[in-house]
């Protein structure tokens, strides 16, 4: 055993390792433990116990000689935490383990496993747990900690992933968290395999994607929500950042805002933060008094999170914001038009009478000209089928709305009608080319607002069953153009024809 | 255009008589089938009334054809009072 005495330095480490032998327990118990969910209520069951069980372990004396056995169990309990598997990797190099399996055969194997050696050290396990604090997981954190893992952390990771993969595909946020752990021996303090902690101490670790910070990208971080603020840490193995690390007292975060993204489980985090105090701001922080830090999450199991962090401190919840998805994802793409929110559009049906039931949605509800949507409508963006006018109209008003309103003044959007009416195609194909027929259809159609005045106009266009897109730019510029001006002009008028099929139309 | 037939189609509200306005109907983009038809219609009764109605002669579905009246899609639970349409008024067809 090397550097045996060091290893009564890492009381946290030894904790984290009861833990997580302690939760691999409790697994055992359990027939369905690829289920996430049944992780984390077994494990929140056994923290407790664990931490009691530690407690009398630290008062005994510290038994130096190893039991391969037990150290190999507890290992396997690590199976889920990548750290501790990659130190069973360490361990069957030093050829400690009694049963002499191959660590990759562990990793992908792990299912099979507890079959093997549960019922063999179960009780010795217990024994451990009772008698002494186990020797074996001490010297899980000694090779840990005098690391020659760190020199391969890449790739046991990726062996882990593996693992984990196999056993748990529904959540690849344990993924990054092993990740965590077997790059960062620190980070067992709050990092135990793929459960976020709900510690004892009242805290929500999350394992992040990935953390934007200073221009920075961080990634193996996680994220350590306590009632008293925020820490985010990580040793970026890959970059040349050095070790990250992030924290700061719940009075400084000014906001936190979300964006979710339901369907695919993903999560995206903006925090907004004072500077740190003169004596960090120097290393760490830049001049400005606001920082911005980013992150993201993978976790379809974000909402629960989110509670618990808002119910560690009421302050959190006050700075929370969440937003869902684009609406228009939503919008377009949910059949069932899932809408929620207070300004969302909302259903109405106007048609009772007809023979297929179905939901309008009216947009912008109350306006006089709005657009009413069909599940028929939605139903056009669906691949190979055509889009009708009902959804450009929707969506030009869509955009419209998303324009700022002190905006919105320079541009104008035509309704799809508009080239029809112009054109008039059908009626008499000759009279495309008769400006003034034309203009006469239409002249009446911008009779209430100035037309010269708009920055751009906007017209989609529906010709030989294509959709494409006018844009008149500075229509206004017009009247005073010169040739000789086209270099220094900024605003020279035109008309760009935006089509998606190269080609061009009659009009 | 030449005015060869054109269908006065009254709809109004049995129990309670309006004054009724005249509504001429113009095809826009495709031939000219609504061209013939005019509504006389009360001016609180909701112009889906006259929609449903114009579809049916015509024979096409509800979502296939549009109606306009000015440049504006015309919401079928409004009626002519409140899009303020005057006697004579054109509402453009178009599918």
């Known amino acids: 055993m090397k550097n045996g005495l060091e290893v009564f330095d890492f009381k946290e480490e030894d904790e984290i390792s009861e833990l997580a032998a302690d939760k691999y327990l409790s697994k055992l118990k359990s027939p369905n433990f690829d289920d996430a969910a049944t992780l984390k209520c077994q494990f929140l069951e056994c923290v407790a116990r664990g931490a009691a069980v530690q407690r009398k372990g630290m008062d005994n004396i510290p038994c130096v000689d190893v039991d391969a056995i037990d150290g190999d169990y507890s290992f396997d309990g690590a199976t889920t935490a990548a750290s501790l598997g990659a130190v069973e990797k360490e361990f069957s190099k030093e050829g400690n383990t009694d049963l002499d399996v191959s660590p ?144 700061r007292g719940i009075d400084d975060i000014i906001s936190i805002h979300c ?51 808002t119910s560690l401190n009421v302050k959190y919840l006050a700075m929370w914001s969440t937003l869902f998805e684009a609406k228009i994802f939503l919008f377009l793409f949910s059949p069932l038009m899932e809408m929620d929110g207070d300004d969302s559009p909302v259903r109405e049906s106007y048609f009772p009478n ?154 | 255009m030449d005015m060869t037939k054109t269908v006065q189609i009254t709809l109004y509200n049995q129990e309670k008589e309006e004054k009724r306005i005249l509504l001429k109907l113009n095809s826009v983009g495709y031939g000219d089938e609504a061209d013939q038809y005019c509504y006389s219609i009360s001016q609180r009764i909701p112009l889906r009334d006259l929609m449903l109605d114009f579809i049916k002669r015509v024979g096409v579905t509800f979502n296939s054809v549009r109606f306009y009246y000015e440049d504006k899609p015309i919401n079928p639970a409004f009626n002519a009072k409140c899009l303020n349409m005057k006697d004579g008024d054109t509402i453009a067809v178009s599918r």
């Open chain 1, 354 to 507: 007809f023979d297929e039931p179905f939901e309008e949605v009216i947009y912008p509800k109350g306006d006089f000209d709005a657009v009413s949507i069909s599940k028929r409508d939605v139903d056009l963006l669906q691949p190979e089928t055509f889009i009708n006018d009902t959804i450009i109209d929707f969506y030009t008003k869509y955009l419209k709305n998303q324009i700022q309103p002190e905006e919105r003044q320079r541009f104008h959007f035509f309704n799809s009608f508009f080239f029809r009416k112009l054109a008039d195609l059908d009626k008499d194909p000759s009279s495309i080319s008769d400006g003034r027929a034309a203009f006469l259809r239409v002249h009446k159609w911008t009779r209430k607002l100035d037309i010269f005045g708009k920055d751009y106009i906007f017209i989609p266009v529906n010709f030989n069953l294509h959709w494409s897109l006018l844009v008149i730019c500075h229509l206004g510029e017009v009247a005073s153009f010169k040739d000789e001006d086209l270099v220094n002009l900024s605003k020279v008028p035109c008309v760009l024809h935006m089509d998606s099929i190269r080609g061009n139309h009659a009009g």
């Open chain 1, 259 to 309: 964006q979710w993204f339901q369907r695919v489980g993903y999560m995206t985090v903006n925090l907004k933060v004072l500077s740190k105090g003169a004596a960090e701001a120097e290393s760490e922080c830049k001049t400005s008094a606001i920082e911005e830090l980013k992150f993201a999450v993978f976790d379809p199991r974000w909402s629960e999170k989110q509670e618990a962090i």
């Open chain 1, 104 to 247: 990759e055969s562990k990793y992908t194997s792990s299912e099979q496993q507890p079959d093997l050696q549960n019922d063999i050290h179960e009780f010795e396990l217990r024994d451990s747990f009772s008698e002494a604090p186990s020797p074996g997981k001490r010297q899980v954190n000694d090779s840990l900690s005098n690391s020659p893992l760190r020199i391969e952390p890449v790739d046991l990771a990726s062996d882990a992933n593996e693992s984990m993969n196999e056993r748990s595909p529904s959540s690849p946020a344990s993924d990054i968290a092993a990740d965590n752990v077997s790059l960062n021996g620190n980070m067992l303090d709050h990092c135990v395999g793929n459960i976020p902690v709900d510690n004892i101490d009242g805290t929500v670790v999350i394992c992040l994607d990935y953390v934007l910070y200073q221009e920075n990208c961080y990634t193996g971080v996680s994220a350590i929500f306590s009632p008293d603020g925020i820490k985010i840490e990580c040793s970026t193995m890959s970059d040349h950042h050095g070790t990250f690390s992030f924290e």
